[in-house]
C-alpha cells in the first residue's frame, strides 16, 4: 500500500513539473529591472557587395545574428536605425528588406536611412549611386510608410521617452536632414516630455561626435540641420542618449567609445552602431534601469560581449521613477 501511494505522490509531482512553470535545474528565476533595446543598423539586407560568394556569406551573417536576437528573452524592443534596404530603396529592394527584418520576432521600430530615400532606383551607366529627384523622394517616403511605418514618431518603454528621425526633405545635400515640419514636431514632443529620461534615433550621428579629421567627419554625414538640431538638444536636458548609424563605425575604430562622442554642450552621448554588411555583425544592447543605462556590445561572430566597450550612463535623480520588476519568462519542463 504504501508503494503504491509512493508511486501516486510521485507521478503527480512529475506531472505538476511540467504544467507549471519552473527554472532549469542549473538556474534560477531572477526578476529583471530594466527594459532591453536591441540597435540594429545599416543592414543593407541582402548586400551592397556585388561579390557573389561574399554576398552570400554576409546575408549568411545578418540571418545568424537574426536567429541569436529571437533566442535572447529579455529584449523588448529592436530599433533598425535606417539603411533597411540594400541600396537604392526601389520596390525590390524592400521586398528584400522585409525578408530579414520579418524574420525579427520581437517587438520592432524603424526609422529611415538615406538608401530608404535620396537616391535613384535606376544606377549609372557605371553602376553607381545617383540622386533622386523631388519626385522619387516623395515615392521613396511613401513606399517607406507602407513597409516600416511612420517617418517620425515617438512612444515609451517603460519610463523612457523614444523618439525616431528619419529624413524627410525633398531636395537636400545632406545625408540625412530633417524638414520644418519635423522639427516642430520634434520640439513639441521634447518640451510635453520634459520630465521622462529621453532616447533619440536617428540615422545620422550629430556634428562632431567622430574624431576630427577622420574620413567621415563632413557634414554630409551628419544629422541636419545641425545648428537648430544642437540648440535644441541642449535645451532639453531629459535627452540622455542620440543613438545613431550611418557612419558604419564599429568597434575596431577609434570613434566607436571615445570622448568625443559627448555631443557639444550636453551631457548626451552620441551611441555609433556598426553595419550588418562588413565582415561580421555587432549589435549594441542598451539596458534601460531606472537610475542609469548600460550599453554593451555584442560579436555575433563570436557569440560574447566586448566588455571593454561597456558604457553606463547616469539617469539624473529628479527623472526616476520605481521600476518594475519582470519575471523571466516560464521554462519548459526539461528531462533531468
Known sequence: MMKKRWFLITALLTVAA????????????????????????????GSKTLDPNLRTRKMKNKENAVREINGWDDVDLCVFTGDMVQKTGSPADYKLARKLTDRVKKPKEFLAGNHEVIYSSE???????????SYERFRHMEEYEKNFGPLYHSRKLGQYFLLFLSPDTLESKYAVELSKEQLDWLKKELKDHRQEPTLIFCHAPMTGTLLPGSKLDKPRNYAQPAKKLLKLLQENPQILLWVSGHTHTSPKNPSFTNPVNKITGTEILDVHNPTWDGKQVWTNSLFLYPEKIEIRTYSHKKHQWLPQMDRTVQVPGDMRKGGVAYATPPFSCRAA
Open 18 to 45: 511540467c504544467i507549471l512553470p519552473m527554472a532549469p535545474m542549473d538556474h534560477t528565476v531572477q526578476a529583471r529591472r530594466y527594459e532591453r533595446i536591441v540597435v540594429c543598423s545599416d543592414v543593407h539586407y
Open 123 to 133: 544606377l549609372s551607366s557605371t553602376g553607381r549611386l545617383r540622386p533622386a529627384d
